[in-house]
């Protein structure tokens, strides 16, 4: 991997880095960029991208793929209408027996269950990993971790609760 200064440039930038222009001391959306990123509040930034020689694994590259899934389910602690986000790994087969670990990935900070794709590109970085042998073929669920809509706490909520009394195990993990 390429290097500044002797540095990774993993530890050079948060990438993909975040911006906005700013008119007249409102903070605006670039209009010619098309990688936003988004949140349970709406568009909230322009996303850079800065790419290397060498592809980072969060960049689409000619290996393998897993599959997204993005499942729908009525939230059993009055959450209403809810979405999980289900990657499951290249060679991934219902039909079979084969079992697999599950990774649950929660988000936070205003984020959706969208963003671990759209913006982490969890699925390309496990793409990446499963094809370089680093990891082990995993299924990857990345439900809403939010308790409330924004603007509305709710105290004693529980994703684990939700996820366990509401999304049906139509995996094999």
């Known amino acids: 991997m390429e290097t500044a200064f002797g540095v990774s440039p ?13 008119i007249e001391d409102m903070a605006v959306l670039d209009p010619g960029s098309p990688l936003i990123q988004t949140g349970r509040d709406g568009a909230r930034a322009n996303l850079l991208e800065i790419r290397g020689t060498t592809p980072a694994p969060y960049e689409l590259q000619d ?18 209408d809810r979405r999980v986000i289900v990657y499951l790994p290249p060679g991934y ?11 649950y990935l ?6 959706t269950e969208m963003e671990w794709t759209s913006v982490g590109r969890a699925h390309w970085i496990a793409d ?17 971790g939010h308790p409330a809509p924004p603007g509305r706490a709710r ?10 009394r509401s999304v049906k195990p139509e ?3």
């Open 63 to 80: 290996i393998p793929h897993g599959a997204i899934q993005i499942v729908p389910y009525r939230s059993s602690t009055g959450l209403g």
């Open 128 to 144: 990446s990993l499963i094809h370089e042998g680093r990891a082990r073929p995993m299924i990857l669920v990345m439900p809403n």
């Open 106 to 111: 929660l988000g936070g900070s205003g984020d």
């Open 93 to 103: 087969d219902s039909r079979k027996s084969k079992r697999y670990p599950a990774l």
């Open 171 to 173: 995996f094999r993990s």
């Open 10 to 22: 993993w530890a050079l930038w948060n990438l993909p880095c975040t911006y906005a222009l700013l």
């Open 155 to 164: 105290w004693g909520w529980s994703a684990r609760e939700d996820r366990s």
